[in-house]
Every structure is written in structure tokens, then in C-alpha cells.
């Protein structure tokens, strides 16, 4: 049961855009729609943000978008805002061996 | 208010037992899966176990498998986690987390608890 693949850390300038990256396998990422992504700050518990590849959940702004290429899924924010310095954590369903969730290994986000 | 609200953590020595808790409040707890997520000090998070609505379906991560048992009971409200044979590679932050959809695995984490700390240290 490896872990998803992101980038350790990403940053960007308020405003700008910037993308963050899930590699997984042909098996979970590559397999199934059920990829979502979560947002932590620090001391906090994760909020969903991302689900179904790219639904966000009521509350969420749009300025969150997910999308998915063969075995790697990505997390786009647009206009950057402060607050939206934070990890963000990508998630997979799998069924190989038995049905569990993988998560990725985290994204920090500084915005600069 | 809809939360869930984790308890039982503490301090244990390795090989030891714990019982975790998570109380929920302000939705229908029967109509859905609860997951265990868990968050070692600065690190990543880690997905732990799911259990079904009605408690028929469940599955645990492979590192866990054989030494944690999740289960819930729907009238009080309340999932719990036993853990056995405690390793201080389990020392994290315990998430009881909600799934996004009712009376089905969506294996979306739509609602957390803020977590209760382990700590597995002789």
C-alpha cells in the first residue's frame, strides 16, 4: 500500500495560479474517479476541498479545481490568497489486495 | 451541531492496549461509514480502517490489519478504535472522519474531529 507521489513543497505570489501534482499507479489514480484532495493548516483537521476528481463540496471556493491525466491527478488554485497557505494532501480509493484509501504524502503551499 | 469529537488518546507503552472513541453529533451516525485517518507528528496523513453504516463491511490498512479493530454502535452514537499490541511507530494524531455519502463507501472524508493524540513510549 505505497503512498501517492506529490511534490514536498510549491509556492506562489498572491494572485498567480499554481498546481500541485498526485502520481499513483494504474491501480488507484489511474483506475477510479473516487480522487480527492484536502486542505490542512497547521493545528487543524484536513477540510475536504476536492472530490469525484474535480467536484468541490458546498462552501468551497472555486478557485479550487482538480482534474486527472492517466495515473496522475492535479490541484489548480487560482488567485492565490493568503489564506490558502496551508498542506494539501491528495487521496485515492484502491481495491488492489482489499478496498482501502491511500493518501499522498502532502504538499506544502507557501504563499509568498 | 454536526461534529465528531475523539477521545481515549494518552500515553502507552509499547505492546500495550488502547481504546479510542468518537462521539458524534448533529447527522444521522447510522446512515454512514466512518473512517479512522491518522497523522504522525509532522508528518502525512495515513488512512487506518472504514467501517460500513450498519457496521457489515469492514477494511483496515495493511499495517494495521490483525492488530486494530474498528466498530461502532449506532445507538449510542460512537465509533471506536481498539488498539492492540502498540508499536511506537503508531505514535500520531487519531482523525474519526465521516463519509461523504450515506449508506455507501465513497471513501471521502467529508466531515473530521480534531483528533486525539497517541503516544507509544517506554
Known amino acids: 500500500q505505497s503512498a501517492l507521489t506529490q511534490p514536498a513543497s510549491v509556492s506562489g505570489s498572491p494572485g498567480q495560479s499554481i498546481s500541485i501534482s498526485c502520481t499513483g499507479s494504474?491501480?488507484?489514480?489511474?483506475?477510479?474517479?473516487?480522487v480527492s484532495w484536502y486542505q490542512q493548516h497547521p493545528g487543524k483537521a484536513p477540510k475536504l476541498i476536492i472530490y469525484?476528481?474535480?467536484n468541490r463540496p458546498s462552501g468551497v471556493s472555486d478557485r479550487f479545481s482538480g482534474s486527472k491525466s492517466g495515473n496522475t491527478a492535479s490541484l489548480t488554485i487560482s488567485g492565490l490568497q493568503a489564506e490558502d497557505e496551508a498542506d494539501y494532501y491528495c487521496s485515492s480509493y484502491t481495491s488492489t489486495s482489499t478496498p482501502h484509501s491511500l493518501f499522498g504524502g502532502g504538499t506544502q503551499l507557501t504563499v509568498l | 451541531q454536526v461534529q465528531l469529537v475523539e477521545s481515549g488518546g494518552g500515553v502507552v507503552q509499547p505492546g500495550r492496549s488502547l481504546r479510542l472513541a468518537c462521539a458524534a453529533s448533529g447527522f444521522t451516525f447510522s446512515s454512514y461509514g466512518m473512517h479512522w485517518v491518522r497523522q504522525a507528528p509532522g508528518k502525512g496523513l495515513e488512512w487506518v480502517a472504514v467501517?460500513?453504516?450498519?457496521?457489515?463491511?469492514?477494511y483496515y490498512a495493511d499495517s494495521m490489519k490483525g492488530r486494530f479493530t474498528i466498530s461502532r454502535d449506532n445507538s449510542k452514537n460512537t465509533l471506536y478504535l481498539q488498539m492492540n499490541s502498540l508499536r511506537i511507530e503508531d505514535t500520531a494524531v487519531y482523525y474519526c472522519a465521516k463519509d461523504l455519502a450515506s449508506y455507501t463507501q465513497y471513501w471521502y472524508f467529508d466531515l473530521w474531529g480534531r483528533g486525539t493524540l497517541v503516544t507509544v513510549s517506554s
Open positions: 469525484d476528481v474535480s
Open positions: 467501517i460500513s453504516h450498519d457496521g457489515k463491511n469492514i
Open positions: 494504474s491501480g488507484d489514480v489511474g483506475a477510479y474517479y473516487f
